[in-house]
């Protein structure tokens, strides 16, 4: 039987023909083992080192990770022993060090790795914002991995550190972008944020079967500066924020995975529904192995994007728009992304491959 | 045991003396099912007639309907004798009917027992944007009723014809009603709606089970204009809709009762939460047997209101709303109600007993 | 507005006269909560001490709780010193004690308070199956509180300990308890329980949302052998269990509140339905404060008792039961009950009416 | 990237090595689409015509089905012109036909095919009872085909009619035929069902959420007999049914996809834990290509199997097992299957894999 009900491929030829060899910081977590997930059988990562805390340390890591993605650990990482999360602690060959680390230990731990000489590029929160520190998106600000000079000259590191965005950050960015040569004013967004994006433990079941919850702890400042620096222009020196007002109100649904948002846009220009989905359509993506073949996928339907049906799209890398409709001073529309892939380990492993690609690495 | 683990109950004093015979047009349905239970042990109401489609006529109430709501068919009602939904066949004497018909049998059966001499309270859409239809909720704008005078001068009615809002308007409005005094100027609101504003049948489980749908039919545009005509002012002749720009995108969520819904207000005053605050939690109420002792409950907490826990609020009759903050054009925050209760037929009854206490009864 | 959409009230006359002064072991968790709730205006009951952790010793109580129960704390609880939870930091003349303690903290502390002269009613699991610990359901066996005798013989307490069954058994015992007349022979039950058997943190959404989980740890062992203690009969000095085979399959379901459970019992008679359903409704009560008027709702619906719409009957001290069917060797039913109340703070609290009723206290 | 977060895909050798035209009757709904999605790329059934009801004849497929299956239609099926459901509207030269008509369609349209003689493996549930209608899951009991001699020599057909079990038994009764070396004697089963059982419409998101229904029409009846027809013998003229007794209770729970069931086994013989779960992991496949290469996968996690995680095991067609214990008279354990693949559309077209092989095609 050929039929594959719910398909994540991506059929994506070498396009990085190189063996670069990886570790990942904090591999017992939720998006440790997500990172995990998404390396099985990549073109070009290697993955040689895992790391957790000091009680994992030393243990095999199927025995140190309590598993709870939906594909099996694969045998070559079920048998690694897991390493302490430590500079000294790693093969000194490593080229590239994915990072998915508590925010509170990675603001200790990333400047480690980094100045030890290793090109780090984290999930986690912590720097995101630093002036020197680049907070990627391949489609999206690739130029902006030029900080990584200003960043070793500042720092006097040998490595670098870089960051992907906050997973409901991500999920509109990319239409932001989009919309960006129609004069992006303000931007009203109100996010439907699935449970997985607190984490495994993050959400017990009596909080949120039959409800929502109106308020996560920070999400709404990450949004609404994170979108700024993502859409900002670098000059080679110096980064500027994009001078859009970003206002966010951000909820949590029950909903597993798939952060869905509704943003209303305000823009200088008047562009129809039709410019506006075009632009949408036709936002180029790179040529990286991770990436989807088309960056947004625009709905006519207005009952979609919906999480359950579209948070899969191309792997979970591509980002979906509808419901676009004008309103007095702009548009109004959705978007959804998956929030562990595209939103957290994917971004990271595709950013990595943008580093690779533009040979940081 | 004294312990009520789930109250919901409204201890309200006769305040309205004389007993008003109403009936009930559409009475099996769900939102006539939550009209029966909210007039069962009414202080001034008193329950004389039901009626349904043809099917259901001349049948028992308790055979003809499938009972759904959380509390038994008081017994009284089971063995009424359902009628036709046609003015010839009820009774004469009946002083206000309650209309819960679907929109586009109301459109045509309304109009006709109103010109039949009987006072109509109506959850049901249709109309509610005509000129000389009276959209009401009592604490916010009952002196348009008035505009019953020009209904009856011009279409020659002896009854009359009254709307209350959409249940997610309704959410939202007595929020804004108290943010008009600091210059209440654009709004753009996100809705997270709960299944049962879709009424029994309306969301299949499939749809909705780990999953939200990014539209709701109509939804929108009810609440960008019923909200100006709520807000909007009477002169005594015609009504002026506020000038106030409502953007509003609607959004279902798998949550039994109660719209959450977020608020982006801008204002032309600059007021900080605590005034906004206050203005909230003291926007008058009024005297009526099933208004809520407060309208407006207003959470410190930012992660409330949350629709399990505060969408029974003062007998579901109470609109709660949290996480105000500051935001660069005037503030955001959540408002919550009881889609059901406050957003249907508790909205209803709510306006019939305004119609008698103003004497339109 | 009197209608009461939800009703939970017991309205209930005052049987026992006097006033009796109570403690609650445990009480900021989620148990402690819900007796919390259950006591206020209590018409017996006067709830004068509250313990916890050391950690929460001494702050005011709604410092130290998270409260997390549908209706707010009690005026007077919240102002409340929490005390430790130890037989030397309560007041000597509290009549009755009521314990919530983790199992393992339980173990040590409870004997410690009865040693110490103080009776309590536990709902904790530890020692309910020791052979001089009463297990009781008043309406079942109120006759094993003669094993308070025996108890103090034996261990030369002055104060007494006595148990509530775990919440999946209490569900099934009293349809068991009404079909013993038959010959009850074996017993195959299989439970879908609702997430908050396992405490507000017990279940995350991740693990539970479009889901179901196999197995609760140690729940079937306790279903197999409670209810045969519960059936089991005291001749004056020791207890015999009943010789009912009973074999549990447990399973956790995405459902609140109420446990579910599907029972064949073979029996030796061969009795139709409605005898069936007569014994079940039929089956005797307690006239105590929070007893039900009537033990076990029978519905002749097949559709019925479900969790949402059933859970609540009679204050959520009611048993129900439904889908009653003859099958080759006995019958088969389905049964349900309020896992939080009847199956397990509304437990303790009837007991403790019991103990009250019959002298012990 | 090569990851696949979420494979359903079987890879199978190409084993059955001809074209064989086939048709769907009842193409557009729930179960039909999922035909069309299995069939998609199938390495010998080659799609040639669909069939709907006489409003949806004449268009073209993806006009005349809703399509709600998470992979998108196959452009082939898309542009296909629906025909209407009988014999004479569709093309002679098909070889078999699947059938997924509602049963009360299906008991008048489904002789007519035979007569005019298609072979037609349907899964609706008329006539699976019959005396002469093969009841079939390959893996169990292949021999009952010879039953096909039978029906044409009573019914003068050409063609023939053989039926898959209802989703509920399918789930089931591998484990059963793994036990039956253990002296079978007596079964208790209740079954925790998934939404998609009813159909796409068949449960409200209101009857559910936070819910369970203890009661799914017909369903226990379905289970108890069906059970013994597969697990029954034919002597090449008749068929007995096994004389095992089989009891079932039968849940509907808030999960998408995924039938879990409880099980009590009553066994002549007294096998330890380890020989029944050898008995399940040995029990053996076939050779065909929707075939899963181990038909029931056994798990020592006491909570496994698990209905979201472990529903798509081998592309849906496999069955798990867990929690094996012994009980006073046998044993007791959980199963699970999806659905809709193994329990519906994939049971169909792996009994025509089957008809193929053997030849009746």
């Given at each position: 039987m050929g039929a594959n009900p719910n398909p994540l491929i991506l059929v994506s030829p070498y396009r990085i023909p190189m063996s670069v060899r990886v570790g990942i910081l904090g591999a017992t977590g939720a998006v440790g083992q997500r990172f995990i997930q998404l390396l099985?059988?990549?073109?070009?990562?290697?993955?040689a080192t895992v790391t957790a805390s000091d009680d994992s340390a030393g243990k095999r890591y199927d025995e140190a990770a309590k598993w709870r993605v939906d594909t099996p650990i694969p045998d070559d990482v079920a048998d690694m022993e897991v390493q302490r999360t430590a500079a000294d602690a790693v093969p000194d060959d490593l080229d590239l060090i994915f990072s998915s680390l508590p925010s509170g230990v990675a603001a200790d731990v990333e400047p480690e790795f980094a100045e030890a000489g290793y090109v780090v590029s984290s999930n986690s929160s912590n720097d995101r914002m630093a002036e020197d520190v680049p907070l990627t998106i391949p489609e999206i600000n690739a130029d902006h991995l030029g900080l990584i000079e200003v960043q070793r000259d500042e720092r006097g590191w040998d490595g670098a550190l870089i960051k992907n965005p906050n997973c409901s950050t991500i999920t509109m960015v990319p239409t932001l972008a989009a919309l960006d040569e129609f004069g992006l004013d303000r931007v009203h967004v109100t996010t439907l944020q699935a449970v997985s994006g607190a984490g495994y433990?993050?959400?017990t079941s009596m909080e949120i079967i039959d409800n929502a919850i109106p308020h996560i702890g920070g999400e709404e400042e990450k949004m609404e500066s994170e979108s700024r620096k993502l859409l900002g222009s670098f000059d080679g020196a110096a980064l500027s924020l994009h001078d859009a007002e970003v206002n966010a109100s951000c909820n949590r649904i029950p909903t597993l995975d798939g952060h869905l948002e509704s943003v209303f846009a305000d823009l200088a220009d008047d562009p129809d529904v039709e410019a506006v989905a075009e632009a949408m359509r036709e936002y180029p993506g790179v040529d990286l192995p991770s990436a989807p073949e088309q960056l947004i996928h625009v709905f006519d339907d207005p009952m979609r994007p919906q999480p359950r049906l579209d948070r899969n799209l191309e792997g979970g890398m591509a980002v979906a728009a509808g419901g676009i409709q004008e309103t007095a001073n702009g548009i109004k529309y959705n978007c959804l992304a998956h929030n562990t892939i595209r939103g957290a380990a994917g971004a990271s492993v595709l950013n990595g491959e943008l580093l690779v690609e533009e040979g940081w690495v």
């Open positions: 099985d059988d990549h073109p070009t990562f290697d993955l433990d993050g959400v």
